[in-house]
């Protein structure tokens, strides 16, 4: 027997499970509330958005009431966040740190959260220096760069250097459904960043990006190595009964989320060894 949320109810990256990382990314899930939307600043009354997200929180094994939070302005601001931020924006959208778009640390036990519900959900983890960060990249953060910005913010806060950086690029609209409008066109040809414009895909009667291979190439742009740049490559839109999507339009006004949570490492003092 299925409960509400069991583990099929996630998703996650390849490849993160060798490493001491919490990670998931929610669903759709009609057997909670607004589909298991986990926006607390949205739709739902706040006692279903909460209960919700102890839901979500529950099956991921994380404490939904220590989840760090921004306030999603579609920009490119990038907060290092530690033990002091804890519970920000966990249980009131209020308390959430404000004009972020990406959250990185280095704090172990500390749960960082995004939102979408089509923007690309960005998780960059470090496996050397130990931290991790999670991004909201739509088409505004993405022709900002923030891509850019978290590699730059991960090597000065922790010393992070861009080779060892592991990024996974999420759930979210796919270049067979992102068509936009001219404004946005015209923003990322201004922008005269080589990896923006071949991400158009010029279409009558309107264009289409691409915002898995403008992010992917703006982490290789920042240093990242190809090999270490995945993206899921599901498009929310045409995984709608999954995932909400905005382009999908009615009954998908919730957002799912991207969670990360570093764990302690093994203990490495010991170098001597034994069979
Ligand atoms: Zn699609």
Do not use: K
Request: include cysteine; proline fraction near 6%.
């Amino acid at each position: 027997m299925q409960t509400a949320v069991d583990d099929s109810t996630l998703f996650r990256f390849d490849g993160l499970d060798l490493y001491p990382l919490i990670h998931a990314v929610t669903t759709r899930n009609p057997a909670l509330p607004g589909d298991g939307d986990i926006n607390i600043a949205g739709r739902l009354p706040l006692d279903e958005a909460l209960a919700n997200r102890r839901a979500w929180a529950d099956l991921i094994g994380i404490d939904a009431s220590a989840l760090v939070a921004g306030r999603q302005v579609h920009g490119t601001h990038v907060q290092v966040v530690d033990e002091q931020q804890r519970g920000r924006g966990a249980l009131r959208i209020e308390d959430a740190i404000p004009q972020t778009d990406a959250l990185i640390t280095r704090t172990l036990g500390l749960p960082l959260i995004i939102y979408t519900a089509d923007c690309v959900p960005v998780l960059v983890y470090d496996p050397v220096v130990h931290a991790v960060g999670l991004a909201h990249a739509g088409w505004r953060g993405t022709v900002g760069n923030i891509a850019g910005s978290v590699v730059a913010a991960m090597s000065a806060a922790f010393g992070s250097r861009p080779a060892n950086l592991i990024v996974r690029l999420g759930p979210s609209i796919g270049p067979c459904c992102y068509e936009v409008g001219d404004e946005v066109i015209d923003a990322w040809r201004a922008s005269g960043v080589e990896h923006l414009v071949e991400a158009i895909d010029p279409r009558e009667p309107r264009d289409y990006l691409d915002l898995w291979r403008a992010n992917s190439l703006a982490f290789e742009a920042a240093g990242v190595l190809p090999d270490h740049v995945e993206s899921s490559e599901i498009c929310t839109r045409c995984h709608a009964e999954r995932y909400f999507s905005r382009r999908a339009g009615q009954g998908h006004r919730g957002l799912f989320a991207t969670i990360a949570q570093l764990q302690p490492r093994p203990y490495e003092g010991d170098v001597q060894g034994d069979d």
